[in-house]
């Protein structure tokens, strides 16, 4: 196919759970990708607002969340007169499930399930079976694979045209692909080689956002931005920071780093933290997973318990937000080890931001984990889904519980402010302008301490309720006043804080531009 000849679209639907509409960065990055072969278009499909495209295209790349969506799908498909043939689905959760796409649109181009550009370069250059995709051949699903691995220096920056029109407060950027590490759960390290950018086309995509959208908040969603250090040393990291501030970006940024990479022990550690900190790194996000020893070993995780303590540490006394994910509940959890991990996060005062810890354990399919649970007949493969026999019958109340909660507007939208505020009193923290501060960052300190508390003490409540004849509805109820309260109890609160809090960093602002006037 003849470079620039291709007239292509880009549709992501909006994700269900969250509280507002956002740009989707792997639809940004596609969208600017397919601009190499033609003319590229990308829309967000919200069932509010139905999409009428006013231009009809030669391929057509979709993106949707979960099964729900198939109906707003088949909707907007039908309204468009798209022909299924020349869409093709991306995205994680169509790569999981793309038999379940090929059994609903089985005339489809195919579903994405290597790397999304190798296999986009196959589609363009390709006129007979594309490589990278599975797809229906004579009523069988086939898939074909072994797309050629194209550089990550020749993805261009983001299309950002969806973040401008809904004013979009941050970025999400992506600077890297692959895994190099084998997480049990996942099947991204299996698909290609780790490849990374250098830090000149990072800082060149971070002035470029700056400049045009004038957005200060860029998320980092590499799966671990300090995989890097692999490729170009650990030296590279700081040098970014630097770069950073000597170009005056003046942004607050987060990243992922994995556990056991930097230690508190270690001085040149603890200096490179402090530099990303006043680069203005302000969140970490870490995989914690589990204080059990067991779980780690079962996620196939390199580190120990003792690495995630330091970690969390490291972070904390950089003033840096350290944001925790779990898995504590699998098909193998005791109730015992749930109730350990409770206790510890209760202890390290990680519990306040509630739906970290109702993460439930989804194996992609044919992970290493998915292949032992079918070895362990502990999962059922089914036409369009699958089941997981739980070994402990109360986990698995406790799993449909906390799954029917996370993905519920209304958690996020109470714990949210949890978050907010941790990242305010870091801020306030690393300014250290006014002693007056002092009185403030205990209230809030205090409140914090006080929520994390109240969630322990829920969830042990949750846990002494579980009874095999108890009824799922009570349960349900339970957590759903437990909300209520919290909400009823603590929102205005928060609000009070927040403004509080926001008032005395912009002082302390003012009062560090005052004093480096008059040097």
């Known amino acids: 196919m003849e470079s620039g000849t291709m007239n292509s679209c880009v549709v992501y639907f909006y994700k269900s759970n969250k509280n507002y509409f956002k740009e989707d960065y792997e639809s940004a990055y596609i969208c600017s990708y397919l601009k190499k072969f033609g003319n590229s278009d990308v829309f967000l499909y919200s069932p ?8 009809k295209y030669d391929l057509y790349f979709i993106k949707i969340y979960e099964k729900e969506q198939l109906s707003d799908l088949y909707l907007f498909i039908k309204q468009n007169s798209i022909s299924v043939s020349t869409i093709f689905f991306y995205g994680q959760y169509c790569r999981n499930n793309y038999e379940l796409f090929l059994g609903y649109f089985s005339s489809c181009g195919g579903v994405i399930v290597e790397d999304e550009y190798d296999t986009i370069t196959s589609i363009m250059e ?21 797309a050629s691995h194209i ?16 004013n979009q407060s941050f970025a999400e950027v992506v600077f890297s692909r692959g895994c190099r590490r084998h997480c049990s759960f996942c099947t991204i390290a299996s698909s290609k080689a780790y490849d990374c950018k250098s830090n000149r086309l990072i800082l060149e995509e971070l002035q470029e ?13 590499d799966l671990s931005f300090d995989d890097r250090i692999y490729v170009y040393g650990k030296k590279s990291i700081g040098e970014l920071a630097e770069k950073i501030i000597e170009n005056n970006l003046n942004i607050k940024y987060d990243v992922n780093f994995r556990i056991g990479t930097f230690s508190s022990q270690n001085t040149e550690d603890v200096l490179l933290f402090r530099l990303l900190r006043k680069s203005g790194l302000v969140r970490i996000l870490l995989g914690v997973e589990s204080f059990v020893e067991s779980d780690l ?6 580190y120990q318990v003792s690495d995630i303590i330091d970690t969390i540490q490291l972070c904390r006394q950089n003033l840096i937000y350290p944001i925790c994910s779990f898995i504590f509940l699998n098909p193998y959890t005791k109730l015992s080890d749930f109730e350990y991990n409770l206790g510890e996060c209760n202890r390290l005062h990680l519990l306040d931001f509630l739906p970290a810890s109702l993460n439930v354990l989804r194996p992609e399919k044919e992970s290493l984990l998915y292949k032992r649970l079918l070895k362990d007949k502990m999962l059922i493969e089914g036409a369009n889904d699958i089941k997981i026999i739980w070994s402990d019958k109360r986990i698995k109340i406790l799993a449909d519980l906390f799954q029917n909660f996370y993905n519920h507007k209304k958690i996020w939208r109470i714990y949210i402010w949890v978050s907010i ?8 923290k690393f300014l250290n302008v006014r002693p007056d501060s002092a009185s403030l960052l205990k209230r809030v300190d205090d409140i914090l301490l006080e929520i994390n508390d109240k969630n322990y003490e829920f969830l042990l409540d949750i846990i002494s309720e579980i009874t095999l004849d108890k009824e799922k509805e009570e349960l349900f109820s339970m957590f759903d006043i437990f909300l209520d309260n919290i909400e009823n109890s603590y929102i205005s609160k928060f609000k009070i804080l927040y403004r509080e809090i926001r008032k005395e960093i912009e002082i302390s602002k003012k009062i560090l531009k005052y004093n480096h006037s008059i040097l």
Request: hydrophobic share 40%.
């Open 209 to 221: 956002i700056v400049a045009t959208t004038n957005i200060k908040e860029i998320i980092f969603k």
């Open 48 to 55: 509010a607002t139905p999409l009428a495209l006013n231009t």
């Open 151 to 166: 550089s990550i220096e020749k993805i261009p920056n983001g299309d950002r045209r969806i973040s401008k029109n809904i």
């Open 297 to 302: 070993r079962l996620y196939n995780k390199t």
């Open 126 to 146: 390709s006129s007979n079976a594309c490589k990278g995709i599975a797809y229906v051949a004579d009523g069988v699903i086939r898939k074909n694979l072994g």
């Open 421 to 428: 505020l941790h990242e305010l009193i870091y801020e306030l």
